[in-house]
């Protein structure tokens, strides 16, 4: 029958059809409806050979008794096709019976009901925690994410948790802890912010290699950020208003092809924060979607006065549909080779962004022309229109040259 596989993390969550499951399904539900409809027979067309008025009584005794055993196989149908459908789809909960399982994880994930009971708008009677369920596929990682001292100081543990994220654990529970502090001493106000590096001492370097800007500043963290944490020399405070190449577009003739105006945006992936930096001078609210892996991007963005939001591209947007006027992608978009995992994220871009909005593709690295291919048919699918579309090759530090993609597009109006 075959199988689909949606890879998250390190984790897989399977949806199989298989053979034999499928069988013993249609098999169980073959049963009861034959059992069912033997027993509505049996009872409705039972004939006693007394006089009917000696013996109304026991029949409707008999028949009381048999509806009763039909909605009793009833219900233990449902369970057991329940419980198969939880096996075929290859869901399991987090099995909070195991040992080492932190009592934190269990007050956490035990449902709590209303406290004035059912909630007449909604229909609510309990609430229910959010966890990711691929938590399950890593639950010795959120033991030792969930043992801490309630009330006490959190451990020091930031990329512990990135490594839940990043296997797929994601959102992470809450916890009843104090976050690690770090004092945010000598930051400079806004508009000054976005263009001032803040000192290395507000910043947490646990868990990082670099300890400090200029380590971060002489490596190339990917391919959208290299030297990127320096804001007074080299590139960084010329992007998107100078090109070095066809492929770099301006901010303001982007700007230009927005109709309606822009006027919030989403950044994927925005490295150091200098695209949401160059909206807010021209009044464009940009939150900047992004993790801290090997340097502190969060609190670097934060520190310029923008606004950064944690989060993995496997996480769904946490946004409402059609709210923004553009989102911006660059080599952040690149999920791995595989096709269903862009599918979904494609989708998902498509489902915030407004009829009318920009989808901005910058500078996208198409390792293969199968690649790009892929990529240009996924797009087409969409219907947008392209206001700008550039394939360039840029020579890369081996002297190898590498396939760029630049594209904007236009969400279409949809009945």
Partial sequence: MGSVSLKIGDG?????????????????????????NLFALYAFT???????????????????????????????????LAQMEKELLGYESIDLSKPNIPDELK???????????????????????????????????LAQYMNYKVNGPCPDDWSLGQRLILQGCEPLPRRRCFAKTVPKLGLFSFPLSLWKNASDKIFNWSGLGC????????????????????????????RFVRARGKNDFLIDDVLGMGSGGIR???????????????????????????????????????????????LSLDHRFPFYD??????????????????????????????ILRAGGLFWLDNFYCATDEKKTALTRLIERFGYKKLKWVVGEKVNGSGKSEVYLSAVLQKPVRV
């Fill in 264 to 310: 919030i945006g989403f950044d994927i992936g925005g490295g150091s924060g200098t695209f949401a930096a160059r909206m807010a001078e021209r009044n464009v609210t940009v939150v900047t979607a992004t993790l801290n892996v090997d340097a502190p991007y969060n609190e670097f963005i934060a520190a310029r006065g923008l606004f950064p939001l944690y």
């Fill in 46 to 80: 039972f004939a006693p050979k007394s006089h009917p008025f000696h013996h109304g009584h026991k029949n409707i005794s008999l028949i009381s008794e048999q509806v009763t055993l039909i909605l009793r196989e009833i219900g233990s149908s449902q369970k057991k």
């Fill in 107 to 141: 007050v956490f994930l035990n449902r709590h009901q209303l406290p004035l009971g059912k909630d007449s708008r909604t229909g609510i009677t309990e609430m229910v925690a959010s966890v990711g369920h691929s938590c399950e596929k890593s639950v010795d990682l």
């Fill in 322 to 351: 059609n709210v923004f006027d553009l989102v911006h992608a660059a080599s952040g978009l690149d999920v791995g080779g595989r096709p269903e995992k862009l599918d979904f994220l494609m989708f998902d871009i498509d489902r």
């Fill in 211 to 238: 300890k400090n800007l200029n380590c971060l500043n002489s490596k190339k963290l990917s391919k959208d950020c290299v030297g990127c944490f320096d804001l007074v020399n080299g590139f960084e405070n010329q």
């Fill in 12 to 36: 897989t969550a399977r949806f199989k059809r298989a053979t034999l499951c499928s069988s013993a399904v249609n098999g169980l539900m073959l049963f009861a409806v034959i059992s069912t």
